[in-house]
Every structure is written in C-alpha cells, then in structure tokens.
C-alpha cells in the first residue's frame, strides 16, 4: 500500500502540554511528572463519568495557563475518550464555545486526535492553534465495559489496568521545540482474538502492521529513530511486538517501548500486564516524552498510541478484537 | 457428631466445591456469572436424584453454604409445593424456599445503595 | 500473518493464571466461610430455632456480612485473593446484587438500582427456577404415576 504517510507541509509544534491523573497514577514511577493527580479519583465530582469530564478539563486549562493563554485562543478542540457516544469529552469542554470534534479511536485517540489537529491545521490558511485532549477513566471504564465498581472478581494475569488519565495538547502553527512531522493513519486489523482481558496480544499485530508499513514507505533508516512508542500494549502485546520485529526489522525491536509499562510500577504495583485507555498514552507523552524532546535529549521518536476496537456488545457476541495503531512522527526542534 | 468434627467436614467440603469453580474459572475460562448458574442449576440437580438431603447431614453448612445449597433450597421448595398443592406446586414451590435469600439481597442491596458512595478500584 | 499464527503468538506470550495459588485461596477462603455459617447455624439453633429456621437465617446473616463489606469497599479486595472463594458461597450472590445497586445509583432508582440490580442476580434467579420447574414437572409425573400404580 501506498501514500499512507502524509508529511506535514507546514511547520507545526507543541505549544504547550499537560498532563492530569488520579491514585495508581500518582502513586506510579511517573507521579511526580504529572501536572496534577487527584488521589480521591472522583475531581470533585458526584460520578465517575463526569469526573472523566471534569479530569479533561482541568488538563486542557492546565495546558493553556501554562503558556498564558486564554480558551478564546484556541480555533479547534478534538477531543476524545472511552465513554459511550464520547461524551465525557463534550460533556468536559462544553463551557468552551469552541469548534469541536468528537473522535473515538479506542485507546488509540491520542495520536488520532493529535493527526486530526494537525492536519486541520496544516490544510488550513489562516488557522494557527487548537488543541487535542484524551482521556480515560477507570471507575467509568469499569462500570461501561467490566463490572461495577464494588464487585469483587479477580482479573486474568493478561488484563491491563485502564488508567485513571488525561492528556491535553496545544499544536501551533509555526517552528518550536517539539514538532510534529509526520502522521500516518492506523489500518484496522484483527487481533484473533476474542479474549477481553488480553487487548494488549489483540493490539500487537496491529502496531507491528503501522511500524513495518512506515518504515517500508519512508525508507528511514532505523538508526535515525531514538524510540518506537507504542500506547498501551502492556507486557503481553509488548513482547508479541518485539518478536514480530526482531524477525521482520531486526534492531527495532530494541527501539521499542510501551507508555503501557511506563506509567504503573510493574514490580510494586498490581497491574498485571501494564496500563491501557487512552489517557495512558496521552499522558504518557505528556509527561515523559515531550519534555524529554523539548530538552533535546530525544531527537526523532516515532509515537503509535494502540486502540482495542471493540463493544461490550462485541465482546458478549464473541467477535474479534480488531487492533489499530496511528502513527505520528515527533522530533525534537532543538538540533535544528 | 462433635462440632469440631462437624466444623473440619463443612470446611474441607466447602473449600473442594470453591476450589472446583475456581479450576473451571482458571481452566476453561468460564465467566463467574455462568458459574453461579451452573452451580445453582447443579444444586437442583443434585437435590433431584436424591444425593443433596444426605450429602447436607454429613457437610452442614459445607454444601449448603455454596451456591448449589441455594439451587437445592429451590428444588426442596418445588418439591414440598408438589406434594402439598400437585401440579400448581411446579410454579409456587422455587421461588417460595428461596424467597428469604432473593428478598434480602435485593433489599441489601437498595439500603446499600441509599447508605453507601463507591470507591474507585485500588491495585 | 493468518489467523492462526497470530492465536499462537498470543498464547505463547500470555501468562497463565496462578492455578496452584488460586486454588488454595478459593478452598481456604470458600471453606471458612461455610465454616462461619455452619457456627452461626449451631448458635441460631442453640437458641431454639428449628432446622428451616436456621437455614434461613444463616443465608439472610451470610448475604447481609457480604453486603455490608461491599458497602464499605472491603469486599472487592478480600474477593481479589479468594476467587471463587468469595462468588461460590452465597456470599457472592449477594457482593454482584449489592455492588451493581451501588454502581447503578447514578442512573436513578428506577431504571438505574431497579432494573441493574437484576444483572446477576437475574440469570441465576431465572435458571435456578428453570431447574426447579423442570425438576417439578418430572417429579409431578413420576408421583402419579407411583399413586396409580
């Protein structure tokens, strides 16, 4: 397949960031990093789901108090999360009044809402700044995908832990020291498997189909990159990646890394195989790997954030687990 | 029989009927919900060829306890109901002996709800 | 890469469940509570009440403790480490009745803790009364057929 990567014609960058989380979050060997975690998980809200609302908010002003800017300055809101019909984004930015797109990308709406924004941006004339927000909640995702919040059940040493999470994100148009290069849209490819807490295996597949796919189409030498990030891939999808490209493109494998292992302590915290949602992702590269591009220290990182496509419905219906991994390309604007 | 030896039966029973839901849980993959109808279902049918009445006197508790004690409770209900009202007893006898276990839960279940305000989940 | 070769993959990479410990757990865990309701089956009747009597008291007492612990949180996390420990006893019926009323609040009394609260406990409740139907029907007939012989 061709022409699946579209290289930005203009220069955009990340103006700002922020990064938001709840308990697990902060208790993880990232807590320190995020902006804010709120260790009730609730952000002083009656439900969990406008909690999720509430999370997202507070990480998208945080992005924009960061850098002095008011909500008015923005042009474009895309914004996504795990909710039913997307709604704890709407329900989040609905004081806003800004143009706003809904997406759902599983756990994969990070960089999907990251590509659209920047695309947006980079076909328009005159637009010069929006911002794209994930997030996640894990009371919220328990109750709509699992089971309610009390029941007392044991997970599958596969499952992942959906993390309590927001992301917010502030594309500008113009040079600065994080840019965004490059975008490639996910294929949708099945995991083979209708296992519901074993999504990191089911997701593998199709973040090996995005990172072959890219470097088959651009001809990068693979020296160039300093990371591959997968989104929330956990330990099981992580290893399933590193054999399929140890044999396929030998050295990649070693570029790997997964937010999903990043963001819990995988020794002194429970989360079996990893975390997933995604505001694992989106806070993930908040946190950790904006700042470390802003500084310099990574030069060119190639960032997939992994989706789960699937329904409660799906899942009771026995069908696959379908997997999907956009991709988007991040340098830092420090070397040049 | 002594209560300490009373105790040490309903204990190793109880704990074997646990631990032959928690294999097919590991080993099949069978969801918890369909464990619970298995198991209530398996009750009546125990209690139907007549094994559950003495197996009960043995283990107590132990048997009873379990959610096939609950399936059991149903078919002694139907049972009763039968022999005391024929046919009409098919439809009056399960949910009549079961009638204390269903009403508490769901009224526990209610005053819970009014009393108490959900946690988020912990590691 | 086909179908089957992915499943493999995933199997080869996927842990599998700590059988041993769980199992130990779900009999230590699911043995001590049936233990717990035989010792309040011998007070109950200890104090006068007949075996029917007891019997009921016991589930009401077990299914009101699970309530209570879940509630108060505390169910979740014992049930993590006791498995089937925890869902067997009736004790389990009750933590899925009583944490899906709690989780359903936000959607009302009516059609949140009403109608949620039977996403359990309904299909147990429905095929348990299946059983006994079924149970009854045959146990009708074989009855008289044995009186007119």
Redesign the interface.
């Given at each position: 397949m061709k022409n699946r990567i579209t290289k930005l014609k203009t220069p955009i960058h990340f103006r700002s960031w922020a990064s938001v989380g709840g308990y697990e979050e902060r208790r993880g060997p990232l807590g320190d990093k995020f902006d804010f975690c709120d260790t009730s998980d609730k952000f002083g809200q009656k439900t969990w789901e406008i909690a999720e609302a509430e999370m997202g908010r507070i990480a998208l002003n945080t992005s924009l108090s960061k850098v002095g800017l008011s909500h008015t300055d923005l042009e474009l809101l895309v914004a996504g999360d795990l909710q039913n019909q997307c709604v704890a984004s709407s329900t989040g930015l609905s004081s806003f009044g800004i143009p706003f797109l809904g997406v759902y990308g599983a756990c994969s709406t990070c960089t999907e809402s990251i590509m659209m924004l920047s695309s947006f941006i980079d076909s328009s004339d005159n637009m010069k700044i929006g911002a794209a927000l994930t997030t996640s909640h894990n009371s919220a995702a328990e109750r709509q995908f699992r089971t309610p919040v009390e029941y007392g059940g044991q997970r599958a040493p596969t499952a992942q832990w959906t993390s309590t999470a927001a992301g917010a994100f502030l594309l500008e148009r113009g040079r600065g020291d994080v840019m965004i290069t490059e975008y490639m849209p996910g294929r949708i490819i099945d995991g083979s498997t209708a296992d519901g807490t074993n999504m990191g295996g089911a997701m593998a597949f199709s973040a090996f189909d995005s990172i072959t796919a890219y470097f088959e189409e651009s001809g990068e030498d693979i020296h160039n990159i300093d990371y591959i990030v997968t989104g929330d891939l956990g330990k099981v999808g992580s290893d399933i990646l590193k054999e399929l490209l140890s044999k396929e493109l030998p050295g990649a494998e070693r570029l790997h890394t997964d937010c999903g292992l990043l963001l819990y302590d995988m020794k002194n915290q429970d989360a079996h195989s990893g975390a997933s949602g995604c505001g694992t992702s989106a806070s993930v590269l908040a946190c950790h790997f904006l700042p470390m591009l802003a500084d310099g220290k990574l030069r060119r990182i190639l960032f997939l954030s992994t989706g789960a496509l699937m329904s409660p419905s799906s899942l009771l219906q026995g069908e696959n687990i379908y997997g999907i991994a956009p991709l988007i390309r991040l340098e830092s604007g420090k070397e040049n | 029989m002594s209560?300490p030896q009373?105790?040490i039966l309903?204990?190793?029973?109880?704990?074997?009927?646990?631990?032959i839901?928690?294999?097919l849980?590991?080993?099949t993959?069978l969801t918890?919900?369909r464990?619970?109808?298995l198991?209530?279902?398996l009750?009546?049918?125990i209690?139907?060829v007549g094994a559950f009445e003495p197996m009960q006197k043995i283990f107590?508790?132990?048997v009873?306890?379990?959610?096939i004690?609950?399936?059991a409770?149903?078919?002694k209900?139907?049972?009763e109901?039968?022999?005391k009202d024929?046919?009409i007893?098919?439809?009056t006898?399960?949910?009549t002996s079961?009638a204390?276990?269903?009403t508490?839960?769901?009224l526990?279940?209610?005053?819970?709800?009014f009393?108490?305000?959900?946690?988020?989940?912990?590691? | 890469m086909d179908s089957k070769a992915k499943k493999q993959l995933i199997k080869k990479h996927s842990p599998s469940t700590t059988i041993l410990k769980n199992s130990i757990m779900a009999f230590i865990f699911g043995g001590g509570i049936c233990v717990i309701g035989q010792l309040l089956s011998e007070l109950y009747s200890y104090f006068g009440c007949d075996e029917k009597t007891c019997g009921i008291l016991v589930t009401v007492t077990l299914i009101f403790i699970a309530a209570l612990l879940t509630g108060l949180g505390i169910f979740d996390k014992i049930a993590r480490h006791a498995g089937a420990g925890t869902l067997v006893p009736v004790t389990g019926f009750s933590n899925a009745v009583v944490s899906q009323a709690m989780d359903a609040k936000s959607e009302g009394y009516v059609m949140g803790v009403g109608a949620k609260i039977y996403t359990v406990a309904g299909p147990v409740i429905l095929y348990g009364l299946l059983s006994g139907v079924i149970y009854g029907l045959i146990y009708y007939i074989y009855r008289t057929v044995e009186q007119m012989i």
């Amino acid at each position: 397949m061709k022409n699946r990567i579209t290289k930005l014609k203009t220069p955009i960058h990340f103006r700002s960031w922020a990064s938001v989380g709840g308990y697990e979050e902060r208790r993880g060997p990232l807590g320190d990093k995020f902006d804010f975690c709120d260790t009730s998980d609730k952000f002083g809200q009656k439900t969990w789901e406008i909690a999720e609302a509430e999370m997202g908010r507070i990480a998208l002003n945080t992005s924009l108090s960061k850098v002095g800017l008011s909500h008015t300055d923005l042009e474009l809101l895309v914004a996504g999360d795990l909710q039913n019909q997307c709604v704890a984004s709407s329900t989040g930015l609905s004081s806003f009044g800004i143009p706003f797109l809904g997406v759902y990308g599983a756990c994969s709406t990070c960089t999907e809402s990251i590509m659209m924004l920047s695309s947006f941006i980079d076909s328009s004339d005159n637009m010069k700044i929006g911002a794209a927000l994930t997030t996640s909640h894990n009371s919220a995702a328990e109750r709509q995908f699992r089971t309610p919040v009390e029941y007392g059940g044991q997970r599958a040493p596969t499952a992942q832990w959906t993390s309590t999470a927001a992301g917010a994100f502030l594309l500008e148009r113009g040079r600065g020291d994080v840019m965004i290069t490059e975008y490639m849209p996910g294929r949708i490819i099945d995991g083979s498997t209708a296992d519901g807490t074993n999504m990191g295996g089911a997701m593998a597949f199709s973040a090996f189909d995005s990172i072959t796919a890219y470097f088959e189409e651009s001809g990068e030498d693979i020296h160039n990159i300093d990371y591959i990030v997968t989104g929330d891939l956990g330990k099981v999808g992580s290893d399933i990646l590193k054999e399929l490209l140890s044999k396929e493109l030998p050295g990649a494998e070693r570029l790997h890394t997964d937010c999903g292992l990043l963001l819990y302590d995988m020794k002194n915290q429970d989360a079996h195989s990893g975390a997933s949602g995604c505001g694992t992702s989106a806070s993930v590269l908040a946190c950790h790997f904006l700042p470390m591009l802003a500084d310099g220290k990574l030069r060119r990182i190639l960032f997939l954030s992994t989706g789960a496509l699937m329904s409660p419905s799906s899942l009771l219906q026995g069908e696959n687990i379908y997997g999907i991994a956009p991709l988007i390309r991040l340098e830092s604007g420090k070397e040049n | 029989m002594s209560i300490p030896q009373q105790l040490i039966l309903t204990f190793i029973s109880g704990g074997i009927i646990c631990v032959i839901a928690q294999l097919l849980i590991d080993l099949t993959r069978l969801t918890p919900a369909r464990i619970l109808v298995l198991y209530v279902s398996l009750g009546v049918l125990i209690f139907a060829v007549g094994a559950f009445e003495p197996m009960q006197k043995i283990f107590g508790a132990g048997v009873s306890v379990p959610l096939i004690g609950f399936g059991a409770n149903i078919a002694k209900g139907v049972r009763e109901a039968v022999d005391k009202d024929g046919l009409i007893g098919v439809l009056t006898g399960g949910l009549t002996s079961s009638a204390a276990g269903i009403t508490s839960a769901l009224l526990f279940g209610l005053f819970a709800s009014f009393l108490f305000k959900t946690k988020s989940k912990r590691m | 890469m086909d179908s089957k070769a992915k499943k493999q993959l995933i199997k080869k990479h996927s842990p599998s469940t700590t059988i041993l410990k769980n199992s130990i757990m779900a009999f230590i865990f699911g043995g001590g509570i049936c233990v717990i309701g035989q010792l309040l089956s011998e007070l109950y009747s200890y104090f006068g009440c007949d075996e029917k009597t007891c019997g009921i008291l016991v589930t009401v007492t077990l299914i009101f403790i699970a309530a209570l612990l879940t509630g108060l949180g505390i169910f979740d996390k014992i049930a993590r480490h006791a498995g089937a420990g925890t869902l067997v006893p009736v004790t389990g019926f009750s933590n899925a009745v009583v944490s899906q009323a709690m989780d359903a609040k936000s959607e009302g009394y009516v059609m949140g803790v009403g109608a949620k609260i039977y996403t359990v406990a309904g299909p147990v409740i429905l095929y348990g009364l299946l059983s006994g139907v079924i149970y009854g029907l045959i146990y009708y007939i074989y009855r008289t057929v044995e009186q007119m012989i």
